[in-house]
T-cell receptor
Framework: GEDVEQSLFLSVREGDSSVINCTYT??????LYWYKQEPGAGLQLLTY?????DMKQDQRLTVLLNKKDKHLSLRIADTQTGDSAIYFC??????????FGKGTTLSVSS | EAGVVQSPRYKIIEKKQPVAFWCNPI?????LYWYLQNLGQGPELLIR????????DSQLPKDRFSAERLKGVDSTLKIQPAELGDSAVYLC?????????????FGPGTRLTVL
């Protein structure tokens, strides 16, 4: 069945770049998403990438997609303490809801 | 534009009691989702509505869970009776549709504690 996997924890220093990785298993995924969840809050959509793209850049965020390896990454440049949160990778199959990973907790120290 | 609204934000009940959660999606969004999020996990779909029709309820435990979306706008998710294992965050999300990008917008969730 579908299974999205992420590393559980990442710790970086303020100002460094963060790279959060994700692997997914369904090659028919149409879109892939990155969501951010702060404590006690719902999920906030950060960015998405269509499956026929390799890269998407949006301000400090860069998404890389390797469809052959079913690997997705999110790079956050100049990481700030406000970026501390849980980041979820999600894949969308045609006509269905999203399938989420377990989330990566990003801790940013000053 | 208002986001997805959920209430209550927190609910504490004793096991075997009933509980209900309410969701108001973003105006104009035809698709509504209820997700369950256990601690340390990503959200998992419970049910998906297209307007007032439940088009995917395969993961909804129908012996104790029920949901409705009358008039294709607001939705209510009910648990009766609640069990200890139902303690979790219940998230509602909406999207303009399932075609195209299908990006979903989430409410803040209802945190349920069953004692």
């Amino acid at each position: 069945g579908e299974d999205v996997e992420q590393s559980l924890f990442l710790s970086v220093r303020e100002g460094d770049s963060s790279v959060i990785n994700c692997t997914y298993t369904d090659s028919s995924s149409t879109y892939l998403y990155w969501y951010k969840q702060e404590p006690g809050a719902g999920l906030q959509l950060l960015t998405y990438i269509f499956s026929n793209m390799d890269m998407k850049q949006d301000q400090r965020l860069t998404v890389l997609l390797n469809k052959k390896d079913k690997h997705l990454s999110l790079r956050i440049a100049d990481t700030q303490t406000g970026d501390s949160a849980i980041y979820f990778c999600a894949e969308k199959l045609a006509g269905t809801a999203l399938i989420f990973g377990k989330g990566t907790t990003l801790s940013v120290s000053s | 534009e208002a986001g997805v609204v959920q209430s209550p934000r927190y609910k504490i009940i004793e096991k075997k009691q009933p509980v209900a959660f309410w969701c108001n999606p973003i105006s104009g969004h035809n698709t509504l989702y209820w997700y369950l999020q256990n601690l340390g996990q990503g959200p998992e779909l419970l049910i998906r509505y297209e307007n007032e029709e439940a088009v995917d309820d395969s993961q909804l435990p129908k012996d104790r869970f029920s949901a409705e979306r009358l008039k294709g706008v607001d939705s209510t998710l009910k648990i009766q009776p609640a069990e200890l294992g139902d303690s979790a965050v219940y998230l509602c999300a909406s999207s303009p549709g399932t075609s195209g990008r299908g990006e979903q917008f989430f409410g803040p969730g209802t945190r349920l504690t069953v004692l």
